[in-house]
């Protein structure tokens, strides 16, 4: 049997844990931020409020084999990706505290998440099988990241404080894809079933998750069923449809499926380095959320 040649790996960026940012949470956001479109904006909202415990899931799953990592750069890795994360919950957190005022039980949804993935998974499943779930979800997030950045369309409506957010969350999701996934083949030693099976239930698991949140906040912003039934029918072609979010994640998201399968071997998109330098220069993460935005929105010369 021949083993695929594995492509030639991308440049890697570091990976940053940036700290105490200030994307104006507090300020007056729209309850619609997403141009004023409830089915968008509560679909990103019903995200937020599974990342505080979903972040603290990939966390102890990656954890799980820190003991056994003898390679440095790994190990540095491993580190640098477990405080981003814990910075991704704590500004979601801040973000949710939001939702809450808007009515939304914010409390009831994250024990919910706390329950099913810290009292059912990690209890009743090997470390090998949720170490794969976390690589596999690193794999969405970061082929998520690439496709709500790498054109403008995108997020064009969304409210610039959100964008930035997203834009942030997103940047560091490319920063820190390949982590878990080293963990899981070079310490776990998980293989291709597994790793790839994964997937499947992740992604039928997140995306159940968020709809049926996204369900529930519309309800609580008193929309009839009808009323619902429409907006998820326009929502869903708006994801799956031509041109859609998921519709332009397709090829990416694929490629795990490919025997010798690695994250870096497609790189960051071309706009990383812009946010990058933005942020580097300016120290502020609204700045370089728009010079995103900004730099798609430049005539082509
Ligand atoms: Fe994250
Ligand atoms: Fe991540």
């Excluded at 594995?6 to 931020?33: N, Q």
């Excluded at 890795?77 to 973000?95: A, C, K, L």
């Excluded at 949804?109 to 990690?122: D, G, I, K, P, S």
């Excluded at 706009?271 to 502020?284: A, I």
Aim: aromatic share 12%.
């Amino acid at each position: 049997m021949t083993h695929p040649t594995p492509s030639a790996p991308a440049a890697t960026p570091t990976i940053v844990p940036r700290e105490k940012l200030d994307f104006g949470l507090d300020g007056d956001i729209p309850r619609y931020w997403f141009g004023g479109d409830a089915f968008k904006s509560r679909y990103f909202d019903a995200m937020s409020t599974i990342f505080p415990e979903g972040e603290r899931y990939f966390i102890s799953c990656v954890r799980d084999f820190r003991d056994r990592i003898t390679d440095p750069r790994l190990l540095a890795d491993v580190r640098d990706f477990m405080r981003q994360e814990g910075q991704h919950g704590i500004v979601h957190s801040q973000y949710n505290d939001r939702l809450r005022s808007q009515g939304i039980d914010v409390d009831k949804l994250e024990a919910f998440q706390r329950h099913m993935m810290f009292e059912v998974v990690r209890k009743r499943f090997p470390a090998e099988m949720t170490l794969a779930d976390t690589a596999a979800a690193e794999h969405l997030t970061a082929t998520m990241a690439s496709a709500l950045c790498q054109d403008p369309k995108v997020l064009a409506q969304a409210d610039p404080r959100m964008r930035a957010m997203y834009a942030w969350h997103a940047m560091e999701e490319m920063e820190h894809k390949a982590v878990a996934f080293d963990v899981l083949q070079k310490v776990a030693q998980v293989g291709y079933l597994r790793r790839t099976f994964a997937l499947v239930l992740v992604t039928f698991g997140f995306n159940l998750n968020v709809l049926l949140t996204t369900r529930y906040m519309l309800k609580v912003d008193g929309y009839s069923r009808w009323q619902r039934a429409r907006m998820f029918a326009k929502g869903l072609w708006w994801l799956c449809g031509a041109g859609g979010l998921y519709a332009r994640m397709i090829p990416a998201y694929l490629r795990y499926f490919k025997p010798g399968f690695h994250p870096w071997e497609s790189g960051v998109i071309d706009s990383y380095q812009v946010w990058l330098d933005t942020f580097n220069r300016t120290g502020d993460p609204l700045q370089a959320g728009e010079a995103l935005q900004n730099l798609h929105a430049r005539p082509a010369a």
